[in-house]
């Protein structure tokens, strides 16, 4: 008799918990970090994030600075 009792419990309990354990993961898709990645100042050698990056495009592709002085440090 316990053990039926028991038995109902745990059912009750997995029935109740499984949405949750199969909930989170759908509810943390990956972080949209890909616009806003980190690109190097090839002048002062910061860091910066691409979107606000002042942009330069040179024969061996796109070149990202801080600032436009840094990009007119490069290119003169
Ligand atoms: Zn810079």
Do not use: H
Not at 32 to 53: F, G, H, M, N, W
């Amino acid at each position: 008799m316990r053990v039926a009792i028991l038995a109902v419990w745990v059912v009750m309990a997995v029935v109740a918990l499984l949405p949750i354990l199969r909930g989170r993961p759908l509810q943390n898709p990956a972080p949209p970090l890909s616009t806003d990645e980190l690109v190097k100042d090839p002048v002062c050698q910061t860091y910066i994030v691409r979107s606000r990056a002042v942009t330069r495009q040179t024969a061996a592709g796109p070149r990202y600075f801080c600032s436009a002085d840094c990009a007119a440090r490069f290119a003169g």
